[in-house]
């Protein structure tokens, strides 16, 4: 019997050859949530140890997927990740100015897996169109900087994190969880969520530094994209994401016999 209920979320966002991250976290952690997960491609992402290169797609193909995507008039939630000009971020400014559903927004501006070129007036356009569009931000570290027009070495400690979580929430008008992850405590991660006046640390235990970590921040975002989608508020829809994260990389593998790098991988169910 077909089934009517079914909740439709979509994700904007890059390829990742090598699985870890981009679109293909988002669609596993969507399914793992029991959700119909729908896509935008903007780029395709390759890696290799000494190089990240990023095809961003033609504008008029992206065009042409979000013009096909307002068929669907009840997305549950929309995560957005990679974008690779200003161009792209503006037909995706201009989709989401139609849609009333939640929105999580990975600025994708600073990877762990390899440098990705700076982008001033992409920066400014994050900054000025699509952040005030966010029910949430999810910056790392870097990409918190860069958005802050701060060097990370100024993030020291976790005065300077929450600082740095409240001044983005500010003035991009949104919700910020900013992942601090490893560094400023001993054996927990640190990640801070502001929403408002409201700041919450949000740690759990270190899991080891070398753990197989590729995808863990998109999976974060696509699976918090996955919990407001549920019905979640934002604090519950975090909380519940970094679990599944936590678990994501305990069951991490890496992809060849070095053993060198690898991804996170998503069982279980967000939500839970
Ligand atoms: N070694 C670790 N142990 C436990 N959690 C981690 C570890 N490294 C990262 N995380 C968590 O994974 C999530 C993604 O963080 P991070 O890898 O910094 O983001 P990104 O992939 O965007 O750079 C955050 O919730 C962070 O706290
Ligand atoms: C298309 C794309 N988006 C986002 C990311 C970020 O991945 P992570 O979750 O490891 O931060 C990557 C990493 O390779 C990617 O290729």
């Given amino acids: 019997m077909a089934q009517k209920n079914v909740l439709k979320v979509l994700t904007i966002a890059g390829s990742d050859s090598l ?3 981009g679109l293909q976290a988002d669609l596993a952690t969507f399914a793992q949530a029991g959700l119909a997960g729908f896509s935008a491609l903007t780029a395709i992402v390759t890696i290799d140890p000494e190089d990240v290169q990023v095809f961003g797609v033609d504008d008029a193909i992206l065009a042409a997927q979000l013009r096909s995507l307002n068929q669907i008039d009840d997305f549950a939630a929309i995560k957005v990740g990679l974008l690779t000009s200003v161009t792209q971020l503006d037909l995706v400014v201009d989709f989401l100015r139609q849609q009333t559903c939640p929105i999580v927004v990975d600025p994708v501006l600073a990877l762990k897996e ?40 100024d993030i020291q400690n ?65 699976a918090v994209t996955a919990n407001l989608a549920l019905g979640h508020d934002l604090k519950a829809a975090v909380s519940l994401a970094q679990n599944f994260v936590h678990q994501a990389i305990q069951a991490g593998y890496p992809i060849n016999s070095n053993r060198l790098d690898g991804n996170v991988f998503q069982p279980g169910q967000p939500s839970q």
């Avoid at 070129?117 to 900087?145: G, H, M, Q």
């Avoid at 054996?187 to 919450?200: A, F, I, M, P």
């Fill in 19 to 21: 699985a870890g991250g």
């Fill in 114 to 153: 390899g440098e990705l070129a700076e982008n001033p007036a992409l920066v400014a356009a994050y900054r000025e169109r699509l952040l005030p569009l966010a029910t949430v931000i999810t910056p790392n570290l870097n990409e918190a900087a860069l958005l802050s027009d701060q060097s990370v070495k």
């Fill in 158 to 222: 976790t005065s300077d994190l929450t600082a740095i979580a409240l001044g983005l929430s500010q003035t991009g008008r949104t919700a910020a969880l900013v992942k601090g992850g490893l560094g400023f405590l001993s054996d927990e991660t640190l990640d801070v969520l502001v929403k408002g006046e409201e700041v919450s640390n949000l740690s759990l235990p270190a899991l080891p530094a070398d753990s197989f970590i590729n995808g863990a921040g998109c999976t974060l975002a696509a």
